[in-house]
C-alpha cells in the first residue's frame, strides 16, 4: 500500500527558507510523479510543484517559480521542496502526492493523483 508522510513544516519569519521531505513506503518512488500541494486557509488546494519520475523533469507554480525547488533521491524514496524567500503567502498546510500529473503555471492540476500524504503546516510571520 502506497503511503506518503512529510516532514519539514514549521514556523519560519517572512525571506526565510525551509525544506520539506516527502518519504514514500510500500511502492517504488521512481515509478511515479511525486510533487507538493498547499492549501491555504479558506482556500482551495493548488499545485505547487513536480517532478517526473526517470529524467526529473518539474513543474512549477508561477507563484513560487524562483524561490522554491523539488527535487528527488530514488535511494531513498523520498522527494524534497526547498522553499526559499518565504512570505506569509506561501503559509498553507503542504501535502505530497503521488500519481501521473502535472502542475500548471496556474497552479491546476493536470493528471491524476492516486495517493496524498497527511499535509506539514508551514506558517510565514514575524
Known amino acids: 500500500q502506497l503511503q506518503l508522510v512529510e516532514s519539514g513544516g514549521g514556523l519560519v519569519q517572512p525571506g526565510g527558507s525551509l525544506r520539506l521531505s516527502c518519504t514514500a513506503s510500500?511502492?517504488?518512488?521512481?515509478?511515479?510523479?511525486i510533487g507538493w500541494f498547499r492549501q491555504a486557509p479558506g482556500k482551495e488546494r493548488e499545485g505547487v510543484s513536480c517532478?517526473?519520475?526517470?529524467?526529473?523533469?518539474?513543474n512549477y507554480a508561477d507563484s513560487v517559480k524562483g524561490r522554491f525547488t523539488i527535487s528527488r533521491d530514488n535511494t531513498k524514496n523520498t522527494v524534497y521542496l526547498q522553499m526559499n524567500n518565504l512570505t506569509p503567502e506561501d503559509t498553507a498546510v503542504y501535502y505530497c502526492?503521488?500519481?501521473?500529473?502535472?502542475?500548471?503555471?496556474?497552479?491546476?492540476?493536470?493528471?491524476?493523483?492516486?495517493?496524498w500524504g497527511q499535509g506539514t503546516l508551514v506558517t510565514v510571520a514575524s
Open positions: 502526492a503521488a500519481g501521473d500529473y502535472g502542475v500548471k503555471g496556474n497552479g491546476e492540476l493536470e493528471g491524476y493523483v492516486e495517493a
Open positions: 517532478i517526473s519520475s526517470i529524467y526529473g523533469t518539474t
Open positions: 510500500g511502492i517504488t518512488l521512481e515509478t511515479y510523479i
